[in-house]
């Protein structure tokens, strides 16, 4: 993994993708595939953490009568509850 350059969520998907093929492709001698299947963990976890501060940065400003905005999580497709109707 190139930990030196600003990895990206993209770039690190992308490697995962590609380790993953190679992994699949049966090719690769033992030593080479837990050498690859250790950069995926780690660019799994990396992506994994992305996520997590992304989900936290998204919130939906919503407007009461009074006119008080609010801040509130965004809501998930399985919290319906939050919904506007």
């Known amino acids: 993994m190139a ?3 600003k990895q990206t969520f993209e ?3 992308s490697q995962l993708e590609d380790i993953i093929k190679e992994l699949e492709s049966g090719d690769l001698p033992l030593e080479q595939s837990v050498k690859k299947f250790e950069e995926g963990i780690l660019l799994s976890k990396f992506c994994s953490e992305k996520l ?3 989900e936290k940065k998204i919130t939906v400003l919503l407007q009461d009568e009074a006119g ?3 801040e509130k999580p965004f809501p998930s497709d399985e919290d319906s509850s939050l919904r506007s109707e």
Request: proline fraction near 0%; aromatic fraction near 0%.
């Open 68 to 70: 008080n905005i609010t």
């Open 3 to 5: 930990s030196a350059k």
């Open 52 to 54: 997590d501060e992304t």
């Open 11 to 13: 770039k690190a998907m």
